[in-house]
């Protein structure tokens, strides 16, 4: 399948500055699929060594007792009987499982750097040792993380965008052609649209979910394979959590997501959780769940915003699920809720507004939310090339009371409605209305500073 972040290994491979390139993201979204069965076998056709650091006991034994660049290459190139040159892209997956291995990447980088190096797995405990080495702990033994040494990117599950470019080509290319070209499209094919959007909604972004999808056209052998993914990723907590309560804590926490947004504040209340308990208690679990990229993280602004953002209050905050399918399948809605003529009525705003922040988040968006007095709220706020963006999201046609008080604080751009309505721009109002499936692309514009009407 098609991935986004494949032109992100591009543009790394084609840096003149290359350095090794760690590669983050939650477990299951495709990240080895990514970087050897496109990248590798495309840019690297037999010329890439990948090493699995969970299997393959005598490179992560030796790993384990050197971060030298030059021993690791000797090595790796007599055991596997081929010369690792300039030429050779070096694979390390399931890093978690050697963490040396991420501290030798100083050393390629200072002294191999013509090696194409990659590493990935399953990380937050990585990052959870770079944390702990930033506050500067004794106890890091070995590890050291090779701070200005190395490149970075995350890959998140499969965006909107992502999922219509595999599941329907010709359509995505229509959807892309009328967002750059800012047209509205046709009734008929809008509707097409949105079917697909829904259908997102239910299926989600994790890739195998998605190819169970397209490759059986069944949204319910897909909504299997998510219970699936969605159980691991509950009996994964024990491989990445420092003690029971820990554990059990995060597991919590993460089935109560859906909870938690659909109350009238979507503000994490912890006592719904857990009777009694205050926020401080689930620090340690969103922690390692932000960290793990499974849940996100959105903080609110109050009345008036200086920009760069920043909360001045880090109590008042809400979380969302890193893929909008998990997040359906944990709601428990009937997935026929979904392709029923009465999903408008069946569904609520809350669905929406965990597609639109997965999409921010995949296009390196903070996450804010504006709180204004009263019932006032704006369920995003993005800075894009120092101007302020309120965005808007609406699973009808809704009010723009909120907009209006926000207006009176603030001054910004323009808003963005994010809505199943179709494309269209009111100067008068300063209000760009965009179907959510055009929304990647704004999430995109956004991010580089690309916003046009």
């Known amino acids: 399948m098609e991935r986004n972040a494949t032109q992100k290994l591009i543009d790394w491979n084609n840096n003149n500055r290359r350095k090794p390139l760690i590669v983050w993201g939650a477990r299951q979204v495709g990240k080895t699929y990514l970087i050897r069965d496109i990248f590798a076998e495309t840019y690297y056709k037999n010329n890439y060594i990948y090493i699995d650091c969970k299997i393959e006991d005598e490179i992560r034994e030796f790993c384990n007792d050197t971060a030298n660049a030059e021993k690791i290459i000797e090595y790796i190139s007599l055991l596997k009987g081929k010369k690792i040159t300039k030429e050779t892209l070096l694979i390390f997956d399931e890093v978690q499982e050697c963490p040396n291995i991420i501290s030798s990447l100083k050393y390629f980088c200072q002294d191999f750097k013509e090696i194409p190096v990659i590493a990935s797995g399953s990380m937050v405990r990585i990052k959870i040792q770079r944390e702990t080495h930033k506050r500067g702990s004794g106890d890091n033994g070995k590890f050291l993380f090779p701070v200005g040494k190395i ?78 993914l969605y159980d691991n990723y509950l009996s994964d907590m024990d ?38 308990s205050k926020t401080r208690d689930f620090a ?97 706020i993005v800075e894009s090339d120092n101007k302020l963006y309120p965005i808007d999201v609406k699973k009808g046609r809704g009010t723009l009371n909120s907009l209006d008080k926000f207006s009176n604080h603030n001054k910004f751009e323009y808003a963005i409605k994010v809505s199943k309505n179709n494309y269209g721009y009111s100067r008068e109002q300063k209000l760009l209305t965009v179907p959510f499936y055009f929304f990647p692309f704004v999430a995109k514009d956004l991010a580089y500073g690309n916003m046009e009407i």
Not at 162 to 176: Q, W
Not at 195 to 204: H, I, P, S
Not at 322 to 336: E, H, K
Request: hydrophobic letters at 40%; aromatic letters at 12%; glycine letters at 4%.
């Open 151 to 228: 490149n970075q990117i995350t890959v998140y599950p499969m965006t909107f965008d992502e999922f219509l470019m595999n599941s329907n080509k010709m359509l995505y290319d229509t959807v892309k052609s009328a967002y750059e070209n800012k047209n509205p499209l046709d009734s008929k094919i809008h509707e097409l649209a949105m079917e697909q959007v829904y259908k997102y909604l239910l299926v989600g972004g994790m890739p195998e979910a998605v190819e169970t999808y397209i490759d059986d056209d069944n949204l319910f052998e897909s909504r299997e394979i998510l219970k699936v």
């Open 239 to 276: 491989l990445y959590q420092a003690s029971r309560e820990a554990v059990l804590r995060s597991r919590t926490l993460f089935s109560n997501i859906y909870k938690e947004l659909n109350k009238e504040s979507k503000n994490f209340s912890p006592g719904l959780i857990e009777e009694k």
């Open 284 to 380: 340690t679990s969103i922690q390692w769940l932000t960290m793990a990229h499974i849940i996100n993280q959105s903080f609110q602004l109050k009345e008036h915003i200086t920009t760069p953002l920043m909360t001045d209050n880090e109590s008042n905050f809400r979380l969302f699920l890193g893929d909008i399918g998990m997040f359906s399948y944990q709601s428990g809605i009937n997935a026929a809720s979904f392709v029923s003529n009465e999903r408008d009525t069946t569904l609520s705003g809350i669905f929406f507004e965990n597609f639109v922040a997965n999409e921010l988040v995949a296009k390196d968006h903070k996450l804010f939310y504006w709180k204004g007095k009263s019932s006032a709220e704006l369920e995003f």
